[in-house]
């Protein structure tokens, strides 16, 4: 079907189609005029994901994901939020509601609940694209209710994401606090178990750095060492002083021995010269004689003491060294006995330091999910504040008037052309060649009362002749 001869038809049939035109039209238009107004207020909400969180001290990730924004555009929209907004504006409060809602819905259901469903049905909230900014828009009759309601919306919004932040954290805090004091009592049953067990074995530290008894140890370690040095020097001096006593370091070293030899020295010297000089037999040569004599006999005794000195001295060490190893073994048995008490100290106390690790750790959450229980700021914050519109925003006259007119010039068309359906004519050459399939020569106009016969005659003739009408229809 060509566009002629929609138009054909139309024409035809132009006043059915201008009655349903204009029964549309104006049904479009009095639905517009009658239409009660409404106003619709607007409000943004701004949200902080890239800041950091001053109580973890982080970004969350959770921030960061494409869906945060349209999880917030789902938690202002939400029933949790909505009834909020009822509980805060008192609407529930409101007889004429309450009436309203038992007319409804014969008092079946919750009130607050169909209040919040009633809300939500006229607010709008989508997110800005590209932004970080979340618009909410409610329309009503009223524009003060408009724009109470729109920020009604806003506070509860950010009520409930405080809330949705701070419960979890309040739950979190009473878990650890309850930890908390359990292991507390578990740090301190530890400590007790530790201090019971020092005092019974007389410890007063678990280092063995700063025990009486290992330094005692060591002391004695240095002591044995030392004597045995000193057992060793003795013991040489004293074989040495045993196989050649007059050549003992001791005995050459001694200065009674070394004055004895000196003096002998001297008197032998004398001896000599009075030998040469008054012979062997003279009393003075006898008497010298007598005088080294006693000096050898003196140095003898002299050596020989010395000699033994060196025995005593060797013999003193060596008992002195025994002594000082069996003091040595005692304690060293001491000591070994004292550690096997102190690496039951040292588990106790690993016991001790791991409740208080424990308790440390759950402490220090504690705080942090403390903190968090008593913040009173989120990051999202109400960037503009619904105010009272001042013009309607509903029925819009040039867009209803526009539809109108489409839809009724539409609905006037489909009409025609189902009454044309059903009632089908001749409305040009084009239905002749589709129902005869034969080629048209000529059309005879339609006759009608005119004024002035020459314009009938005008009408009734040819603009061409028929045989070139018929020529022309049969070539093509």
Do not use: C
């Not at 909400?45 to 969180?53: H, M, S, V």
């Not at 140890?217 to 000193?230: I, P, R, W």
């Not at 050649?244 to 021995?257: A, E, H, R, T, Y």
């Not at 129902?435 to 005119?450: D, E, N, T, Y």
């Amino acid at each position: 079907m060509t566009f002629q001869l929609i138009f054909s038809i139309v024409r035809a049939r132009w006043i059915v189609a201008t009655s349903v035109f204009a029964t549309v039209f104006a049904a479009a238009v009095a639905f517009t005029l009658l239409m009660p107004k409404s106003y619709t207020a607007n409000a943004s909400i701004i949200l902080d994901i890239k800041g950091q969180d001053p109580i973890a001290g982080m970004v969350s990730p959770a921030l960061a994901a494409p869906s945060y924004l349209m999880t917030q555009v789902d938690v202002v929209t939400s029933n949790r939020v909505a009834l909020k907004v009822v509980r805060d504006l008192k609407l529930n409060e409101m007889p004429d509601l309450r009436k309203k809602w038992q007319n409804a819905t014969q008092s079946t259901g919750d009130f607050e609940a169909w209040l919040a469903t009633l809300l939500k049905s006229n607010l709008e909230a989508r997110p800005s694209r590209g932004s970080n900014v979340i618009y909410l828009s409610y329309q009503a009759a009223d524009p003060n209710f408009a724009a109470v309601v729109a920020n009604g919306f806003v506070k509860a919004y950010l009520d409930t994401t405080l809330e949705l932040r701070t419960a979890p954290a309040k739950q979190y805090n009473d878990f650890f606090d309850a930890n908390a004091r359990a292991l507390r009592a578990e740090l301190e049953r530890a400590q007790s178990r530790l201090s019971d067990f020092q005092r019974n074995q007389g410890l007063v530290v678990t280092d063995e750095r700063l025990d009486v008894e290992t330094a005692r140890l060591n002391e004695l370690s240095s002591q044995y060492v030392m004597t045995q040095a000193a057992v060793a020097d003795s013991g040489s001096r004293q074989n040495a002083a045993n196989a050649q006593g007059d050549k003992s370091p001791d005995v050459l070293n001694n200065p009674i021995v070394a004055g004895l030899k000196s003096d002998i020295n001297r008197q032998e010297a004398a001896l000599e010269q009075l030998t040469t000089r008054l012979g062997d037999q003279h009393p003075s040569v006898i008497e010298a004689r007598s005088g080294v004599a006693e000096l050898r006999r003196r140095l003898d005794a002299e050596v020989r003491r010395v000699t033994s000195s060196v025995g005593v001295g060797n013999s003193v060490n060596i008992n002195r060294s025994a002594q000082i190893k069996m003091a040595l073994d005692e304690q060293r048995l001491k000591v070994l006995k004292l550690k096997a008490v102190r690496d039951e100290a040292t588990l106790l106390q690993r016991d001790v330091d791991n409740a208080q690790r424990a308790y440390d750790a759950v402490v220090a959450r504690m705080s942090t999910t403390s903190l968090e229980s008593q913040v009173n700021q989120a990051n999202i914050s109400a960037l503009e504040m619904a105010k009272a519109p001042s013009t309607y925003s509903s029925p819009r006259l040039l867009t209803n008037f526009a539809l109108g007119f489409l839809v009724g010039l539409i609905l006037a068309v489909a009409v025609v052309l189902i009454l044309e359906r059903l009632d089908r004519r001749l409305r040009g050459s084009e239905d002749m060649d589709a129902l005869l399939q034969l080629p048209l020569i000529g059309s005879v106009p339609a006759f009608r009362k005119l004024a002035k016969g020459a314009e009938v005659g005008r009408r009734l003739s040819f603009t061409r002749s028929p045989l070139r009408a018929l020529t022309h229809k049969t070539a093509s």
